[in-house]
């Protein structure tokens, strides 16, 4: 399991899949690029420390 900072948010996301996760607060996070990531309810687009792509090797 790995985390990823919430620059917006100043928290943690714990990704729950390839492209989603989940914040502290319970917020689904969607990946929308290796360093953004877009809350699922609210539409907002977050800066994040880095969504690395398992794919990539």
């Known amino acids: 399991m790995s985390s990823i900072f919430d ?12 492209n989603t996760g989940m914040d502290f607060d319970g917020n689904i996070m969607l990946r929308m690029g290796d360093n953004f990531a877009m809350d699922i ?9 880095g969504w690395d792509d398992d794919d990539k090797e």
């Open 7 to 18: 620059f917006d948010d100043n928290d943690f996301i714990i990704k729950t899949g390839d």
């Open 41 to 49: 309810d609210s539409g907002d687009v977050h800066f994040v420390s």
